[in-house]
């Protein structure tokens, strides 16, 4: 077993090799004590401009540990290593199938836990491998043609897989750090697994999905792109088969769903088919950009080292009149603003960086809470049919076509003022941004914005663009399931991810289908168990 400190501080610039003194330092031992060491967490305080410090938690041994620890008790940072808790996963034992449907986090980390563990799984993909879908996603912002099947929203990796990559989270879950190096096999940067916000960038995502496939094809996973369900055959009360492409059928013991939050039609054939959903709220918006060396200022001060990272924020507010939030969402420090429309005549908007995330602006969704009350009827495609209209008003103000509307901050906020200044690609096109969003949002936004300004001095500012409009905060309905992860009407069927409404990122969509796959490992176990 090791030992942990905590608080360890390093300057701007400071090289991390000095941790093995400062270790010695902050305890007050001789350096030659400290025999090995590695960083367990890394984080950036920037609450004092003048004093901006990386902060560190250190994982190193000693020869004694417990001489050592008797030695420097009353020290109040210094404590044992404790041991994350492992995930109890069972192996299968009888011949299994599962098909797994979408290929976002929740759905590739169900079909590696499924596999490893022995299952069969087939894993099924509506769009395209990631190089194919890179090259239609080009083909898109250079010369505006969409396919409906590989786009951002659509192909392997899920909407995730054009996006910062960013791998925070607020869930406390065993699987966490499991799911954190597996993605560093794959070619994920090491530092993901300790910094306080982890994230691996677009481009890089895109070399740890190659890899990931290659090992699960390894493990004998039939993937299959281009197949998108269609159809759900049940048997004596539970699934029994699926249907491919409305063609192909093709049996199996379970089905994963993990559809992603933009698959609409597959929620239209879960609802005619009697899967049990409900409608949930989610917000809509607009992203706002600012030059980066402009957050920079704000959150690190005039004159930061260049040794900082790209600053980010995080900004929320409540509007006491109408009880909706208004908060920035997938924060992209030295990104760009992207076109990620999935249907033609709708249009929205996303934020997008790469590992280095270094260009010349920042980006952020601003948004506003909606909830089921704010739809036009009370169907269960109420949500989508919310979004669609904004979309596609967002998409007419274009002049129609795919080039985002925006305009300058300061003269959606007073009327007149500002800058039309974005990255956005493929291009941008001046509009009233009252005409892309619901009076009510518009009115949100307006009330928050002052707000926002005061927490982030120059935050309203003349570079500023809000690019319209960003509708895809997360899934506008939700599958319903029991306390097992199971269909509360269809057994056998196992809704995961964002897009089945239980997942809100990267992250937390792995560990939602990770969770799934433990579900259904545990219950053929137990099944097995009682059959015996």
């Known amino acids: 077993m090791a030992l942990r400190i905590r608080d360890l501080v390093l300057k701007p610039g400071e090289s991390e090799n000095r941790l093995g003194d400062r270790i010695a330092d902050e305890v007050g031992c001789d350096p030659d004590q400290i025999k090995d060491w590695s960083v367990l967490r890394k984080g950036l305080d920037a609450r004092k401009k003048h004093d901006i410090t990386f902060v560190y938690t250190v994982k190193f041994e000693v020869e004694n540990e417990e001489k050592f620890l008797y030695q420097y008790s009353n020290h109040p940072k210094l404590d044992r290593c404790v041991e994350e808790p492992c995930l109890t996963i069972h192996k299968v034992t009888r011949p299994f199938h599962v098909v797994v449907a979408g290929m976002g986090p929740a759905g590739l980390f169900c079909a590696l ?171 809509i918006g607009v992203r706002v950009e600012h030059p980066l060396e402009l957050i920079n200022r704000i959150q690190y001060g005039r004159g930061c080292s260049p040794a900082l990272p790209p600053a980010d924020y995080r900004l929320s507010w409540n509007d006491p009149d109408t009880g909706r939030g208004v908060y920035s969402f997938c924060m992209c420090p030295g990104g760009m603003v992207i076109n990620a429309s999935s249907e033609e005549g709708g249009l929205v908007v996303n934020g997008m960086s790469n590992y280095r995330r270094n260009t010349s602006m920042s980006n952020s969704a601003l948004v506003v809470t909606v909830t089921p009350a704010d739809f036009d009827h009370p169907a269960m495609m109420a949500g989508v049919d919310f979004q669609r209209r904004w979309e596609k008003a967002a998409w007419q103000a274009g002049e129609p076509g795919w080039r985002a509307p925006a305009q300058p901050l300061l003269e959606f906020l007073n009327g007149r003022g500002g800058h039309l200044l974005s990255s956005c690609r493929p291009a941008v096109v001046h509009a009233d941004l009252d005409d892309c969003l619901p009076a009510y949002v518009a009115n949100c936004l307006r009330r928050a914005l002052p707000y926002f300004d005061r927490k982030m001095r120059g935050f309203i500012a003349e570079d500023a663009t809000l690019i319209g409009v960003e509708t895809r905060t997360s899934a506008p309905l939700r599958i319903l399931r029991d306390l097992s992860g199971e269909s509360v009407s269809h057994r056998g069927l196992f809704p995961a991810g964002e897009g089945a409404g239980y997942a809100g990122g990267i992250m937390s969509a792995a560990v939602d289908g990770l969770n799934a796959a433990v579900q259904i490992l545990r219950q053929q176990s137990q099944t097995l168990m009682r059959s015996k």
Not at 138 to 158: C, K, M, T, Y
Not at 201 to 214: A, E, H, T
Not at 218 to 237: K, N, P, Y
Request: aromatic share 6%; net charge positive; with cysteine.
């Open 113 to 283: 836990t499924l596999a490893e563990a022995g299952a069969r799984v087939t894993l099924l993909e509506r769009g395209q491998a990631v190089e194919q879908r890179l090259k239609d996603v080009r083909r898109f912002w250079n010369d505006g043609i969409l396919d409906a099947h590989s786009n951002v929203q659509f192909g392997e990796g899920g909407a995730g897989t054009f996006s910062d990559g960013k791998l925070t989270t607020r869930l406390k879950h065993p699987g966490i750090p499991h799911i954190l190096a597996r993605m560093v096999e794959m070619g994920a940067p090491v530092e993901i697994r300790y910094l306080a916000k982890p994230h691996i960038g677009s481009d890089r995502l895109r070399k740890v999905l190659i890899n990931f496939r290659k090992h699960l094809l390894s493990l004998g996973v039939d993937i299959r792109f281009l197949s998108m369900l269609t159809g759900i055959e049940m048997s004596q009360g539970r699934v029994a088969g699926v249907t491919i492409n409305h063609s192909d059928d093709l049996p199996c013991d379970a089905l994963v769903i993990a559809p992603g939050h933009s698959a609409r039609d597959t929620y239209k054939m879960l609802e005619k088919i009697g899967v049990k959903l409900e409608l949930k709220p989610f917000a």
